[in-house]
């Protein structure tokens, strides 16, 4: 049997690139997922990903087309809805996911009116779906930062994050800085958004920054499991797609996404404990261990 | 034995401008179990909130063995109502406990057989051990209720300030967790417990406060805990202009 289309793609330049910035992105994407589905921070996840719109207009309208300055406008965007977000509901009656959605779906239409106003002709929907295979140097730089500012900052505030993530009262009894300490996640929130555009676009990240870890949460009760495992899973999974999308010439940011789902997918049905399969299989209750209870 | 003491004075919390906690002076001895009664919006959880540094403190002081602010972290604990958590949280029991050493490790510093014995310690004086791998979800109430105090005893602590933990709880739960908390102030802690069953007040506390925004009176149990208290703390309007004698607490 011939196998060389199988490694087919690894003798390309643009998909050595490709694959590279696939682990790192998945892998950053993943290990944060683990905190995006804990706080349940999900459709704030994918608020924030439609504001970075505007930042990226603002960008090529001043300076056109440049990967640096895209990086900076939609890190400025995407910063401004998150703070004014947490400013809006911590001075008035407003909740936090009504001032985001208000803030963010301002932000994007924003963007959209910047957009029409360019005049560089801009493909939206690389924005929106995301380009991998277009990964220029610049891009892969910003990727690499991306990951290596934002893994070591959650592995060092591991334990703060998880007393935070717990139960933020007890947290603060202990002098943990809990408002800090959610700025700083949101931030890497902002980060790795930015780093899986390129990937996947805005509509897609939401399912790099939530399937991983969403995963292992149904095969695990350690968090540190959800971080790593979820790190991995993101970087094996994004990688897989993207190969998949090459051997059957798909697009590669769904082709990532559905991978990343589709080993949800199976975790949802098969996990040991957490899963439904199983769990209808399993008598309703243990008779006999209950009986002996009873009997103490 | 002398113990340390919980010295409270003048503390004022108020939210926006209205005063949840007012001007309340109290010393709280260890080796006590304390009940803190009061209607609801009576101040009960921002008095503990006060005290465990969660909400600034408008006026007064807070000391407990010669230290205050920021020193006193480590020796109080305060234990939230149990609605208040997350228990699909992926945490096991021995998860929860070992937080509690993580307030005297830092944010770096290594987890060390000292701290994993100090841990073993607080699952077995609270009876956890063989429960010490489950998630938290698959817990009882009183057994939740029993984890936290793990994790407080892990901390080192000895303030324990206990929101509402009978509430929820069956008959037989309520009697082990009120012999638990007996234990802890025998062992020489201080335990500061908000209730709202007036029926167990006299098997389960050694004295009580009686708070409605203003402090209403604290003693003995035997001695404060009467119809006339009860009356004046669940009946009165907070900041209806009545004025408590400022002798009567004491």
């Given at each position: 049997m011939n196998l060389v289309w199988l490694f087919e793609p690894f003798r390309h330049e643009f998909m050595q690139r490709a694959l590279f910035g696939c682990a790192l992105i998945g892998f950053t994407n993943g290990a944060l997922s683990s905190f995006i589905v804990i706080r349940r921070l999900a459709l704030m996840a994918d608020a924030m990903a439609h504001s970075l719109l505007p930042g990226?207009?603002?960008?090529?309208?001043?300076?056109?087309?440049?990967?640096?300055?895209?990086?900076?406008?939609?890190?400025?965007?995407?910063?401004?809805?998150?703070?004014?977000?947490?400013?809006?509901?911590?001075?008035?009656?407003?909740?936090?996911?009504?001032?985001?959605?208000?803030?963010?779906?301002?932000?994007?239409?924003?963007?959209?009116?910047?957009?029409?106003?360019?005049?560089?002709?801009?493909?939206?929907?690389?924005?929106?779906?995301?380009n991998i295979l277009g990964l220029g140097d610049a891009d892969l730089w910003i990727i690499y930062f991306i990951s290596l500012v934002a893994l070591p900052i959650l592995v060092g505030m591991e334990r703060p994050l998880l007393l935070t993530m717990f139960e933020p009262s007890i947290a603060s009894s202990q002098g943990v800085p809990v408002a800090s300490v959610k700025y700083v996640l949101i931030g890497l929130l902002v980060l790795a958004m930015i780093s899986s555009l390129q990937a996947v676009g805005v509509i897609l990240a939401l399912g790099m920054l939530i399937a991983p870890a969403a995963t292992i949460y149904l095969l695990s009760d350690s968090l540190a499991a959800m971080f790593w495992v979820g790190g991995i899973l993101g970087s094996a999974g994004s990688c897989t797609g993207l190969l998949i999308s090459y051997w059957l010439n798909l697009p590669s940011g769904p082709c990532i996404v559905l991978v990343l789902g589709g080993v949800f997918l199976l975790a949802y049905l098969f996990a040991p404990r957490y899963g439904i399969v199983l769990k209808l299989l399993k008598p309703r209750h243990f008779h006999e261990a209950s009986l002996a209870r009873w009997k103490r | 034995m002398s113990?340390?003491?919980?010295?409270?004075?003048?503390?004022?919390?108020?939210?926006?401008?209205?005063?949840?906690?007012?001007h309340v002076s109290l010393e709280l001895n260890c080796g006590s179990c304390i009940g803190l009664l009061g209607p609801n919006g009576a101040g009960k959880t921002s008095f503990f909130k006060a005290l465990a540094g969660l909400v600034p403190i408008e006026t007064g002081t807070v000391r407990f063995h010669d230290q205050s602010g920021k020193d006193l972290r480590s020796e109080i604990a305060y234990l939230p109502q149990r609605t208040m958590v997350d228990w699909d949280f992926p945490v096991t029991v021995r998860g929860i406990v070992e937080m509690g050493r993580y307030q005297a490790l830092g944010w770096w510093k290594k987890f060390r057989e000292a701290d994993r014995l100090a841990v073993d310690r607080a699952l077995e004086t609270m009876e956890l051990k063989d429960l010490a791998e489950r998630q938290i979800s698959a817990l009882s109430g009183g057994q939740q209720q029993r984890v936290f105090l793990a994790r407080a005893?892990?901390?080192?602590?000895?303030?324990?300030?206990?929101?509402?933990?009978?509430s929820g709880l069956d008959k037989p739960a309520q009697d082990l967790l009120g012999s638990t908390i007996r234990h802890l102030a025998a062992a020489g802690n201080?335990?500061?417990?908000?209730?709202?069953?007036?029926?167990?007040?006299?098997?389960?506390?050694?004295?009580?406060?009686?708070?409605?925004?203003?402090?209403?009176?604290?003693?003995?149990?035997?001695?404060?805990?009467?119809?006339?208290?009860?009356?004046?703390?669940?009946?009165?309007?907070?900041?209806?202009?009545?004025?408590?004698?400022?002798?009567?607490?004491?």
């Open positions: 990226v207009a603002v960008a090529l309208l001043l300076f056109g087309l440049m990967p640096g300055t895209l990086f900076v406008g939609a890190l400025v965007a995407a910063l401004l809805v998150a703070f004014g977000t947490q400013i809006i509901s911590n001075s008035s009656r407003i909740k936090e996911d009504t001032a985001l959605g208000l803030l963010f779906a301002c932000s994007f239409s924003l963007g959209l009116v910047l957009i029409s106003l360019c005049s560089v002709r801009v493909n939206v929907s690389d924005y929106l779906f995301g | 113990y340390h003491r919980l010295e409270i004075k003048d503390l004022t919390v108020s939210y926006k401008r209205v005063p949840a906690v007012h005893l892990a901390q080192e602590a000895h303030v324990f300030l206990l929101d509402e933990p009978f201080l335990l500061v417990v908000s209730h709202h069953d007036l029926k167990t007040v006299r098997e389960l506390f050694d004295e009580v406060i009686f708070i409605n925004g203003e402090l209403v009176a604290f003693g003995e149990t035997d001695q404060v805990f009467s119809m006339e208290n009860i009356q004046k703390t669940f009946q009165t309007n907070i900041f209806s202009g009545v004025v408590h004698e400022p002798g009567l607490a004491l």
